[in-house]
């Protein structure tokens, strides 16, 4: 518990520092925000506002998480190092991070809304996820568990196993599923990321709530003598995960400070793309993965309704809101951007209460 502590409060502490000196950087540099032309005209004040926060957030995360271990080991006089699960997480965020960094410093050199083509952001997210997803299926512990399963999980792994038909069709279909999830949420974050503070806000709630999934399911691990049973989880490093869920929550709300409105700077790619690959490396590691649509039900909800103007208007053309995604639409029908922000964190909130109350209902009841 007190490296999940240490991993909050450090992080916490480095992005509300070290944000603002992020900010006179990327102030001195020109490094500022282009505003779509087809969007809300109220955007337009905000054109130059520094962007690529999400530095600060990787930073932040990857700092906390480290120190985590460092007090740990000198209260507890007993050397503790990062597991594969804690590691395959960071690096999922990172590797997403980098390819959003390039898509921002993309922007921002061609004095541009649009970055990397569309092409070299999907080959980067895919060199960053397929690398991912083989790595999770390795590295088995004492107790023969890797980090992740071939298994669909919900609260838990459930019966429909990728692998019915051998170890490499498992593998390429696992590979194919764990990228389904990393693209769906990445692209969640980022669509969500379009009012001030928004998706900083939102991702507080969702990591806070995998922190909660996380400690629960080392306190009711299968791999402690005591929890074993149809109750447990097989989860590999539930404790580091919440590490990892911990120091990306504090890096979020340090950084909520400088990013609500009239946010000083903007998250950009570089953070909604990694914050995404971090929830959906939580989502698989912790055999939460359809859980998680739940968890994160704003997210989601925000992703269908850019699906369903899409959908829409190709076979209509017409439009079912004013303008995709959903806190567009409620821009354009006259709601204040500060009320859609608190409203959305309050639904945001709702989904995650539901979410983790599904998910300690199971484990009564089984």
């Known amino acids: 518990m007190i490296a999940i502590l240490v991993s909050a409060c450090v992080s916490l502490l480095v992005a509300l520092l070290g944000t603002p000196l992020f900010i006179k950087f990327l102030i001195h540099r020109n490094y500022g925000q282009f505003v779509r032309q087809d969007g809300p005209t109220a955007h337009f004040t905000k054109r130059g506002t520094p962007t690529m926060g999400g530095v600060v957030i990787i930073g932040a995360t990857l700092i906390g998480w480290a120190m985590s271990y460092v007090v740990?080991?000198?209260?507890?006089?007993?050397?503790?190092?990062?597991?594969?699960?804690?590691?395959?997480?960071?690096?999922?965020?990172?590797?997403?991070?980098?390819?959003?960094?390039?898509?921002?410093?993309?922007?921002?050199?061609?004095?541009?809304?649009?970055?990397?083509?569309?092409?070299?952001?999907?080959?980067?997210?895919g060199v960053v996820g397929v690398t991912f997803a083989v790595l999770a299926l390795q590295f088995p512990n004492e107790n023969f568990r890797t980090p992740a399963s071939t298994h669909i999980s919900f609260l838990r792994d459930t019966n429909l196993d990728l692998?019915?038909?051998?170890?490499?069709?498992?593998?390429?279909?696992?590979?194919?599923?764990?990228?389904?999830?990393?693209?769906?949420?990445?692209?969640?974050?980022?669509?969500?990321?379009?009012?001030?503070?928004?998706?900083?806000?939102?991702?507080?709630?969702?990591?806070?709530?995998?922190?909660?999934?996380?400690?629960?399911?080392?306190?009711?691990?299968?791999?402690?003598?005591?929890?074993?049973?149809?109750?447990?989880?097989?989860?590999r490093d539930p404790q580091d995960l919440a590490i990892v869920a911990a120091a990306i929550m504090g890096a979020c709300v340090g950084f909520?400070?400088?990013?609500?409105?009239?946010?000083?700077?903007?998250?950009?790619?570089?953070?909604?793309?990694?914050?995404?690959?971090?929830?959906?490396?939580?989502?698989?590691?912790?055999?939460?993965?359809?859980?998680?649509?739940?968890?994160?039900?704003?997210?989601?909800?925000?992703?269908?309704?850019?699906?369903?103007?899409?959908g829409y208007f190709k076979m209509t053309g017409k439009r079912v809101f004013k303008m995709a995604p959903l806190h567009h639409h409620f821009e354009l029908s006259g709601w204040g951007e500060v009320t859609i922000v608190i409203r959305f964190w309050l639904i945001a909130g709702l989904f995650a209460g539901l979410g983790l109350g599904i998910f300690y209902a199971e484990w009564v009841v089984s």
């Open 72 to 125: 740990s080991s000198i209260v507890s006089d007993t050397p503790r190092t990062p597991s594969v699960s804690s590691l395959l997480v960071l690096f999922l965020m990172t590797g997403l991070g980098l390819v959003g960094f390039f898509d921002d410093f993309t922007k921002i050199r061609k004095q541009r809304s649009l970055g990397l083509s569309p092409r070299a952001k999907i080959v980067g997210q």
């Open 256 to 310: 909520l400070w400088w990013n609500a409105s009239p946010a000083k700077i903007f998250m950009g790619d570089t953070g909604s793309l990694a914050l995404g690959g971090a929830l959906a490396g939580l989502t698989i590691l912790s055999r939460t993965e359809v859980l998680a649509v739940i968890i994160g039900g704003l997210f989601v909800i925000i992703v269908l309704s850019d699906v369903i103007q899409i």
């Open 163 to 235: 692998a019915f038909a051998g170890a490499t069709v498992g593998l390429i279909l696992f590979v194919l599923w764990a990228n389904f999830l990393i693209t769906a949420w990445s692209n969640a974050v980022n669509l969500t990321d379009g009012l001030d503070g928004l998706a900083t806000g939102v991702s507080v709630i969702v990591f806070g709530s995998y922190i909660l999934v996380s400690i629960w399911q080392l306190n009711q691990s299968c791999q402690i003598l005591d929890a074993a049973g149809p109750r447990c989880y097989e989860v």
